[in-house]
C-alpha cells in the first residue's frame, strides 16, 4: 500500500515537473520572438526604418513545391523600411506616381521592378549614398552604401521575425485580418500603410496589401541547392520574386513562405498591376551598427 501510494507520488510529481518545463520553453520561445533586439529610427529622408540584428532561420515551407525544402539561412543585418513605400514618398522624389488606388499614404502600386529599382536610385542619391543599382543592366551592387529591393531571404527573415509559423502570429489564418489587407478583409482596394497591426518586430504590411518585389530572379527550384549565408537569388531568369501577398490575395498566398514570380517589365512600358508595390532596405551604417550591436560592432567587418 505505501509502495503503491510513493508510487503514484512519484509519478504524479514527474508529470508535474514535465508541464512546469514545457512551459518554460514556450515562455523562453515566446521571449525570444518578441523581444528581438531591432532599433526603429529615422533614415535621413525622415523614412521610418527597422534596423534588424543579422541571424539564422529555417526558410522555405513544406506547402508548395516552390517553398521546399526547408532550409537554414543566416543573413547579416541590415536596416528596412517600416512600411510599405507610400505615394507621398514616390512623387516627393519627383517620379510620376502610376497607382491605381491614389491617396498620399497608401502603398504606391502598379510599379515595375524597374521603377522600384529607380526609386532606391534616388532615394539613395537624396541621402547621399552611394546608389546600388547599375541603370543600364539593372545589376544591383550589394557594397553600395544605399538602398535596394530586399533579397528573398531577408524579406522573409524580416517577415518571420523570429516565429516559425506559416503566418507570424500563428498557423492559423483566422486572425489575419488583424494585420494584413488582403481578400477576405479588402474593400477591393488597398490600405494606407500602417492601418492594420505591425508584426513582433513592428514592421507593417508584410501580409497583404501589395505584394512586394524582391531583388531576386525566381526559379520554382531555386531553394534545392541555394546558399545557406546570404543568398541572392539565381544569377538570370525572366521573373523577379515577389512576396507578401496582396490585397487580392488568398489567406494562404499570404503565408510568410508563399512565393510568386512576376515579369519584371522591363521591356513592357504598359506593365501594370494594382497589386504590386515595394519596401526598401540597405545595409547598416557604422553608427547604426554600433546602436544596434554595440557589443560586436567593433569586432566584426563591415559586410
Given at each position: 500500500m505505501a509502495r503503491s501510494f510513493a508510487t503514484r507520488a512519484a509519478l504524479i510529481g514527474a508529470c508535474v515537473l514535465m508541464v512546469l518545463t514545457s512551459a518554460c520553453v514556450k515562455s523562453r520561445s515566446s521571449v525570444s520572438r518578441s523581444t528581438a533586439q531591432t532599433v526603429a529610427t529615422k533614415s535621413a529622408s525622415g523614412v521610418a526604418i527597422v534596423l534588424l540584428p543579422g541571424g539564422q532561420f529555417?526558410?522555405?515551407?513544406?506547402?508548395?513545391?516552390?517553398?521546399?525544402?526547408?532550409?537554414?539561412?543566416?543573413?547579416?543585418?541590415?536596416?528596412?523600411?517600416?512600411?510599405?513605400?507610400?505615394?507621398?514618398?514616390?512623387?516627393?522624389?519627383?517620379?510620376?506616381?502610376?497607382?491605381?488606388?491614389?491617396?498620399?499614404?497608401?502603398?504606391?502600386?502598379q510599379v515595375r521592378w524597374l521603377d522600384a529599382a529607380l526609386y532606391c536610385n534616388a532615394r539613395s542619391k537624396a541621402e547621399g549614398l552611394t546608389a546600388c543599382y547599375d541603370e543600364v543592366s539593372f545589376r544591383c551592387d550589394f557594397t553600395a552604401t544605399g538602398y535596394r529591393l530586399p533579397t528573398e531571404a531577408e524579406w522573409e527573415y524580416a517577415a518571420r521575425a523570429g516565429t516559425e509559423t506559416d503566418y507570424f502570429f500563428g498557423r492559423a489564418a483566422r486572425d489575419l485580418a488583424r494585420y494584413a489587407c488582403f481578400a477576405g478583409s479588402a474593400k477591393q482596394k488597398t490600405d494606407p500603410v500602417g492601418h492594420h497591426r505591425a508584426n513582433p518586430w513592428g514592421l507593417y504590411d508584410m501580409l497583404g496589401n501589395v505584394a512586394e518585389w524582391c531583388n531576386d530572379v525566381y526559379a520554382a527550384d531555386y531553394y534545392r541547392d541555394a546558399p545557406a549565408v546570404d543568398p541572392r537569388g539565381p544569377a538570370a531568369g525572366d521573373k523577379r520574386v515577389m512576396r507578401g501577398g496582396s490585397w487580392k490575395s488568398s489567406a494562404a498566398a499570404c503565408r510568410v513562405a508563399a512565393r510568386q514570380g512576376r515579369v519584371a517589365g522591363f521591356t513592357d512600358a504598359c506593365f501594370t498591376g494594382d497589386t504590386l508595390g515595394f519596401r526598401c532596405v540597405r545595409r547598416l551604417s557604422d553608427a547604426e551598427r554600433q546602436r544596434l550591436l554595440p557589443d560586436t560592432a567593433q569586432q566584426v567587418a563591415a559586410q
Open positions: 529555417t526558410m522555405g515551407s513544406d506547402v508548395n513545391d516552390d517553398e521546399s525544402p526547408p532550409h537554414a539561412v543566416r543573413v547579416a543585418p541590415f536596416a528596412i523600411d517600416q512600411y510599405e513605400v507610400t505615394q507621398q514618398q514616390f512623387v516627393q522624389l519627383e517620379l510620376p506616381d502610376p497607382s491605381h488606388f491614389k491617396t498620399a499614404d497608401r502603398p504606391v502600386e
